[in-house]
């Protein structure tokens, strides 16, 4: 099992930073590929990027790219989503997600484990 609690949301004003922390605890976090996702009211969940376990490798969405950067501090045991130049339409719940594998993962069913989620709202 793995424990994952997200942190780091709030309220922001376009063009503005965040990030977010998904800390990890239970099994040992550097064997697991994580994965962040966000969900905006009336919508689905949506893929937002993904890292392997060593954080070698690490995807993001189209929507977010060159604006969100995936990283991970094994040490820590927590992942992080550092949000740049950020929009209103990035107002969601950001949840962060976690499964055993070598690779990055980038559909939802693909993770075994989730957070509870972290809001973010970036006002116009």
């Known amino acids: 099992q793995v424990q994952l609690v997200e942190s780091g949301g709030g309220l922001v004003q376009a063009g503005g930073s965040l990030r977010l922390s998904c800390a990890a605890s239970?099994?040992?976090?550097?064997?697991?590929?994580m994965g962040w996702f966000r969900q905006a009211p009336g919508k689905e969940r949506e893929f937002v990027g993904a890292?392997?376990?060593?954080?070698?490798?690490?995807y993001v969405a189209d929507s977010v790219k060159g604006r969100f950067t995936i990283s991970r501090d094994n040490a820590e045991n927590t992942g992080y989503l550092q949000m740049n130049s950020l929009k209103p339409e990035d107002t969601a719940v950001y949840y962060c997600?976690?499964?055993?594998?070598?690779?990055?993962?980038?559909?939802?069913?693909?993770?075994?484990?989730w957070g509870q989620g972290t809001q973010v709202t970036v006002s116009s």
């Open positions: 890292i392997n376990w060593s954080g070698a490798s690490a």
């Open positions: 239970g099994r040992t976090f550097s064997s697991y590929a």
């Open positions: 997600g976690a499964r055993a594998g070598n690779y990055y993962y980038t559909t939802e069913a693909e993770y075994d484990y």
